[in-house]
């Protein structure tokens, strides 16, 4: 699928967050300033989240109210994918909400076998532009995906 820019990036991910139910799990990957985090705010726009929505680097995880729960997770600062664990970020807890996993590369094997993975790409030369490649792992994530594609 193809983003021409943030509000492309964003309205993609406000797509996911329309039809994203109950113990959705949105995996993001992708290099600094591939739109991780512009993704994010559409799922949370989709979400009805009234919050403002940044990338919690530095706290790895924020937590915004809507339809549903949004967390929101920042792998990038992580050196061990235990820290995670210790850190409850990856908690059962989370399935009476929507989660949203930026640099998910980073916590490989940690996360719930059933979710939809994002890989954002920037191609050159169009600096704007984006490739968003999708790996759906279970029944209702490609059900998800599908329908943010607007596939029938």
């Known amino acids: 699928m193809r983003s021409d820019g943030p509000d492309s ?11 994203a139910t109950a113990g959705t799990v949105l995996a993001l990957v992708g290099e600094l300033g591939a739109g991780k985090t512009q993704l994010a705010k559409g799922v949370a726009d989709g979400l009805d989240v009234r919050s403002v929505v940044n990338s919690p680097t530095f706290v790895l995880m ?62 050159v030369p169009d600096p704007s532009v984006r490739e968003l490649r999708w790996e759906a792992h279970g029944p209702a994530h490609e059900r998800l995906a599908a329908m943010a594609m607007g596939v029938p």
């Open 62 to 123: 924020n937590e915004h109210i809507g339809r549903l729960r949004l967390y929101h997770i920042d792998a990038y600062r992580l050196g061990d994918p235990e820290e995670a664990l210790a850190a409850g970020l990856i908690d059962e807890r989370q399935a009476d909400g929507v989660v949203v996993v930026e640099w998910a590369d980073r916590l490989a094997g940690w996360l719930p076998a059933e979710r939809l993975e994002i890989t954002l790409l920037a191609p």
């Open 9 to 19: 990036t964003r309205s993609i991910g406000r797509a996911l967050g329309r039809g």
